[in-house]
């Protein structure tokens, strides 16, 4: 069982940062592939960003790259995600995940956290 519990959200002006936090429990912390989703008002969840369990590989949605960044800290049993340059549409509630797979997809992820509101303002 891996619980997971996300910090960092707020309200922001477009062009600012933020920085997300996902910590997890469970001693196998760092088997787990991590991502990030996020789930606009009327609209689906989506993928934004992925990790592998050892931090080398890196993958992100077309409409954050350059703009966000993954990392993790197994040492911490934290996954991060620093948001730059945030925009309007970035507003959503933002989910860390865990999953054994290495996915896209939401049905991938076995664990997930409550969510952290993330507001931007034009």
């Known amino acids: 069982q891996v619980q997971l519990v996300e910090s960092g959200g707020g309200l922001v002006q477009a062009g600012g940062s933020l920085r997300l936090s996902c910590a997890a429990s469970?001693?196998?912390?760092?088997?787990?592939?991590m991502a990030w989703f996020r789930q606009a008002p009327g609209k689906e969840r989506e993928f934004v960003a992925r990790i592998s369990g050892s931090g080398l590989t890196t993958l992100y949605a077309d409409s954050v790259k350059g703009r966000f960044t993954i990392s993790r800290d197994n040492a911490k049993n934290t996954v991060y995600l620093q948001m730059n340059s945030l925009k309007p549409e970035d507003t959503a509630v933002y989910y860390c995940?865990?999953?054994?797979?290495?996915?896209?997809?939401?049905?991938?992820?076995?664990?997930w956290g409550q969510g952290a509101q993330v507001t931007v303002s034009s």
């Open positions: 995940a865990a999953g054994s797979v290495w996915s896209n997809r939401s049905p991938n992820y076995d664990y």
């Open positions: 469970g001693r196998t912390f760092s088997t787990y592939p």
